[in-house]
Every structure is written in structure tokens, then in C-alpha cells.
């Protein structure tokens, strides 16, 4: 930092302590290091002599109000999830909407930072980028690395070249998933079998291993054999899909264009060769269109308005959440007990990136919330 003590301007590290005391406990008198401080910081000067270094010491004590250490306390101390529950009514609206504003894009650029890693792996190529996330996505929470692996084996290219062809797409996606490795009793998966084996040597391909993908605990709807064959009905439908989603469309014409339903087969299968006498058709469901929209479409596009554009507009990407209904989880519910539930899918992912950045880790201090209320007089 730079400081000015009387007419000197200093430039150097600054030491924060409770007590001025912690400078000997800490021996940081024999560290020469510390030569270089040019102030010590401390809440409670306990010291008679003089540090060693002739360091000027600034004490806080005086200057914080007891009441802001007293809130403090009370905050750091609650074991509730949310630790000022007790206190977060006497904090007004504006406050609260202005810090979720933030924490949207704050949540944004967190995920997007990995992204940009990925679209160096692209050699900056945004379309499959988005064929990238998008099937990240379709594994939603616990087949998002698999699905990601998949797209990643399996070039955009060649995918494009069979984008017409349902069933090639499938053979593909199946193949290159591993999903085509055991002996079939049913005609259909023997089929996308023998595609892939073609198809596989044509393009020397080499399949993922099947201990990736996780069925346990997911309803049968969510099994990624589902999720595989939505993800190719959606290559099937889609052309030029990375210039419709980054244009300004509303959330009904994004629903329109990602809706899409797992082929004839899949009406009676959740998994190959199971049949399932009711038939159901597979498909994407609203929910689902609205998280890939959610976690995908509109960070997607604050990026390439942080990257591409000359005049940035931020704002599109977040009326798309602000069109979309709140969501409801486990996270979302503490709010909604407060009495401040999330108006639309802007606030909710707010929400979310609030309470696992600062609630959880009792972070009241760097909160504009927590902030507000640690300022709140007696």
C-alpha cells in the first residue's frame, strides 16, 4: 500500500494484528522480512515498548463502535444456515435487489472463467463451444463430466457430417459413450452396434469407458441413454444452433428451438434391451429446456458479449433469467423462509451463488447485506 504519515509519503506491506503483541509472539522481530513493513494495523495496541523495526502502529479499538463488533459477533456466531435470518428484515429492498444484481454476474463470471479454458481447447471456436456446454448440460448435476468427455471425443465435424441421419447420430453418441459394448438381444441397439463399429473405423474413434455413467439414483427419465438420445434429436432438429442462441431471442423461442423428444425406440426403453410396456414419450420437458437455458444459454451469451461484441449489452442475458420462473431447491427455500422468495431465475441463481460464496462460509463481512446489518445501530 501507499500511506502518508506526516509529510512522508511510504510505500510497502502493511502488518494486521488483533493485539500489537502478535508481532513478538509471531517473532516476527527476527524475520527480516518484516523490515520492509511500513505500518501495523492492530484492533488493540497492548504493547508498551516499541516494535524493534520503529514500525508506527495504528490502532483500531477506539475507532470501531461497539455495537458493529457486538453484530458482528452475533452474525459469525448464528449456527443457522443463514446467519442473519434473525436481523436480514431490518435490511432494505433496494439494498437486497442491488446485491443480487451482482451476484448474478458475480456467479457468471465464475462459471464462464472455466469456459474460457475450454474455448482455448476450441482454438476459439464458439460453435463447439456451445456443443461442448450443451451436452455438459444434458448430464445436468451428476453426468455433467461423462457428457462433457463425450462431446469432447467426438468432433463437431464429423458429428455435422451425420447431422441429417438420426440414427447414425445415435450410433455415434451411444458408440462413443460405450453404451454399445454388450451382446444385444434387441434389433435396434444391434444396429447402432454395427453402425458404430463402422463408423468408429472410418473415423478412428475410440469409446469412453462405461463406469462413467452414473444410473443410481436417478429417476429413469434422467438416465443418460435418455439424455443421449434427447442430445441427438436436438443435433437432429438444429442448424446453425450457435447463431439462433446468441441472437436476441425470448425464452418461448429458445424453449421452441431446444425442444426436442428421444426417438421411437426410447417410447418404451429407458435403458437397451429393457422393454417397458407403457409407452412414454421422451420428452426434454419444459424444467429441463429452462435449465439449459439457465446455466448455459444466457452465461453463454454474457460471454460472447464480453469477448465479441464492441458495445457489450449485458442486459439481454439477464432479461432472459428475469423471463424465467424463480427456482426451487433446497437453497432457494431458506430464502423463501425469510420472506424474501426469488421473483424469477435471476434472483434464484443470486440466491444460490449467495448462499454458497458467503452464507455458508459466514462471509457477512465482504455481503452487502451482512454489511448492513453489522452497521445497524444499538
Known amino acids: 500500500a501507499k500511506i502518508k504519515i506526516g509529510d512522508t509519503l511510504w510505500a510497502g506491506a502493511i502488518e494486521l494484528h488483533l493485539k500489537s503483541s502478535d508481532w513478538f509472539k509471531h517473532k516476527h522481530q ?15 495496541n497492548d504493547l508498551i515498548e516499541d516494535i524493534p523495526q ?12 461497539n455495537h458493529i463488533i457486538q453484530n458482528y459477533t452475533k452474525l459469525y456466531q ?38 474460457l479454458h475450454l474455448l482455448k481447447q476450441t482454438k476459439g471456436d464458439w460453435s463447439v463451444l456451445l456443443y461442448w456446454l450443451l451436452a455438459q448440460n444434458f448430464g445436468f448435476k451428476i453426468n455433467q463430466i461423462p457428457f462433457l468427455q463425450l462431446a469432447q471425443s467426438l468432433p463437431l465435424n464429423i458429428i455435422a457430417k451425420h447431422r441429417t441421419d438420426l440414427f447414425q447420430l445415435e450410433a455415434l453418441l451411444f458408440g462413443q459413450a460405450g453404451l454399445l459394448k454388450e451382446n444385444f438381444k434387441e434389433e435396434y441397439p444391434f444396429r447402432l452396434q454395427k453402425e458404430y463399429q463402422y463408423l468408429a473405423t472410418k473415423y478412428r474413434l475410440k469409446p469412453l469407458t462405461i463406469p462413467l455413467w452414473k444410473f443410481m439414483r436417478l429417476r429413469p427419465q434422467n438416465f443418460p441413454t435418455i439424455r443421449i438420445a434427447q442430445f ?28 426436442c423428444s428421444a426417438s421411437e425406440y426410447w417410447d418404451h426403453h429407458y435403458r437397451f434391451d429393457e422393454y417397458h ?4 414419450e421422451k420428452n426434454l420437458g419444459k424444467e429441463s429446456i429452462e435449465n439449459i437455458i439457465i446455466n448455459t444459454v444466457a452465461p453463454l451469451r454474457y460471454l460472447y458479449q464480453l469477448h465479441c461484441a464492441t458495445t457489450p449489452q449485458y442486459d439481454k442475458a439477464i432479461l432472459l433469467l428475469e423471463n424465467i420462473k424463480a427456482e426451487r ?12 422468495q ?33 452497521r445497524l445501530g444499538p
Open 329 to 340: 431447491n433446497a437453497i432457494t427455500r431458506h430464502y423463501d423462509k425469510l420472506n424474501w
Open 232 to 259: 441427438a434429436a436436438l443435433i437432429h432438429v438444429s442448424v446453425h444452433l450457435f447463431s439462433q442462441i446468441i441472437e436476441d431471442k425470448e425464452v418461448k423461442s429458445l424453449s421452441t428451438l431446444l425442444n
Open 342 to 374: 426469488a421473483q424469477n431465475a435471476a434472483q434464484s441463481q443470486a440466491q444460490i451463488q449467495l448462499y454458497q460464496y458467503y452464507c455458508s462460509l459466514k462471509k457477512c463481512l465482504e455481503c452487502s447485506i451482512g454489511h448492513s446489518i453489522i
Open 277 to 280: 410396456d407403457k409407452p412414454s
Open 30 to 44: 527476527n524475520q527480516n522480512s518484516y523490515d520492509r513493513i511500513i505500518l501495523h494495523v492492530v484492533y488493540e
Open 54 to 65: 520503529a514500525v508506527a502502529t495504528l490502532e483500531l479499538k477506539n475507532v470501531i463502535q
Open 78 to 115: 448464528q449456527l443457522d444456515a443463514i446467519p442473519c435470518k434473525n436481523l436480514i428484515h431490518q435490511v432494505n429492498a433496494l439494498t437486497k435487489e442491488a446485491w443480487l444484481s451482482r451476484l448474478l454476474v458475480e456467479r457468471w463470471q465464475i462459471k464462464t472463467e472455466n469456459w
